[in-house]
């Protein structure tokens, strides 16, 4: 069965940086569209980046661009999230996504979700 699963999540200060990545597995993870999504305390879901399946175009929400950076390494079935100059509103689970088609606003496959807490 198709398996996303997050790492790299923690706790970090406010100005900081962390690089979450997300290792799929039971699919041919050069054929999807990749995206990375986040949930907020008694908030939505949103969308935070997209990548699609050979990695010629990406996609960012405002709050995000200029601060964070989606890749993919095909040869591992891995996807990327880099985030740098993190603030306290970046604070979520953040959610690893896949999909044949369009992944912006939503996806056939999702991860277990993985924790970012930026403190002030």
């Known amino acids: 069965q198709v398996q996303l699963v997050e790492s790299g999540g923690g706790l970090v200060q406010a100005g900081g940086s962390l690089r979450l990545s997300c290792a799929a597995s039971?699919?041919?993870?050069?054929?999807?569209?990749m995206a990375w999504f986040r949930q907020a305390p008694g908030k939505a879901r949103d969308f935070v980046a997209a990548i699609n399946w050979i990695a010629s175009n990406t996609y960012y929400a405002d709050s995000v661009k200029g601060r964070f950076t989606i890749s993919r390494d095909n040869a591992k079935s891995t996807l990327y999230l880099q985030m740098n100059s993190l603030k306290p509103e970046d604070t979520a689970v953040y959610y690893c996504?896949?999909?044949?088609?369009?992944?912006?606003?939503?996806?056939?496959?999702w991860g277990q979700g993985a924790q970012v807490t930026v403190s002030s």
């Open positions: 039971g699919l041919t993870f050069s054929n999807y569209n």
């Open positions: 996504a896949a999909d044949r088609g369009a992944v912006i606003t939503g996806a056939r496959y």
